[in-house]
């Protein structure tokens, strides 16, 4: 992989509010995959990301055959009724298409089974009798009914998945059915997961009075497994610069990029800005986005950092939003854009212009009803919530019924 370039955060000076759209494409144009590939089984690819494009080496369904129970004989019938003699031979599914069936006579057919010479047309079990040797119906039947042709979902030779796609459960069944065991897939994106500050103690521990639990470390672990990512537990740092930079030092030589979450601003105590800023390729994107602020980015030592805002709705909402898309691209995925959709709103609401409002919320009924309070230190709000709602840059004043837009949890790719 060719390594990330130093600079690849730098921002051109001047810039103040950084738009959200501007971000992204920002970090869409500077990310690359970092990552190498493997082989891997198709049975065990779920989630994984194709390296390559996937050709499919066989046809499906590779022959003519039933898609019904039933009796196959050639060609239609018109109106009227038809008797049929049978072979004595019966078709069931898997067994070699060696038979021929005469002209005017018919053959007994399973679901699945190939179509053999003589047979372009089946009739449904539970439209004919059976008597003396024969089946008796009545017409019309057309030619080529309850059959499906050879190829007709898949062709030799078609593209059936393409590099950078996320493998579903449905890709699955599809490379199986053409004969596909293993595929070229990216190795899983090593994210290290880091929280800053001084007054976080890990629940278990007791906490003093002015100490608070890490609760962004479990968090920021369950969205990167659910984006599909590894994750790597690398701890708690107190707020001290050595010790920051003896972490991130270390992290660096063992996975492919850092999240980090608080000390991101700039303060006193916001030591990754300013040790990333001491490294000389940081970005301190002052983000035009609520909540979400203060995100910064920056390379250590060659390993993309992500600095998150401490407060931990800002910090998942920056992982959804900026995150999940990048560590996409660093995975060698293709990069997502959030899906959401129009719903009326369940509440009310006006916004100033010049920034991008995200807003934990849910469906109920056919109304998407927002959190009550949107302080970004009430992580119940989070945990309430089954999605955002996403408030355009430009100021709108929002009335019951309005239609917003809707991201689910999902929507997110997680
Ligand atoms: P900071 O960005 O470091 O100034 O942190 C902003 C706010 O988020 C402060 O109230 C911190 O105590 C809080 N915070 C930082 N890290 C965490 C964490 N891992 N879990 C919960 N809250 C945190
Ligand atoms: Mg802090």
Redesign the pocket.
Known sequence: MPPLKNDCFALPPGVHWTPVDEALADLRTRLSCVVDTEKWPVAEALDRILATDISAPRAHPPLPNTAVDGYGFLNGRGEGDHNIPLVAQHMAAGAAPDTSVPAGTAIRILTGAALPDGVDTVILQEDVEVRDGAIHFTGPIRQGANTRKAGEDVQVGDVIAQAGRKLTPADLALLSAVGVAEVPVRQRLRVGIL???D??RQPGETAAPGQ??????PMLRGLVTRLGHAPVDLGQVPDSRADLRARLNEAARSVDVILT?????A?D??HVSALLNEAGAMALWRIAIKPGR?LCLGMWEGTPVFGL????VAAMVCTLVFGAPALALLAGADWTAPQGFMVPAGFSKSKKPGRREFLRARLRGDRVEVFASEGS?RISGLSWAEGLVELPDHAISIEHGDLVRFIPWAGFGM
């Open positions: 929280s800053t500050g007054e976080l608070i639990y890490d609760a962004n470390r979450s608080g000390g991101a601003s303060g105590a916001d203060p805002p401490g407060n931990p230190g």
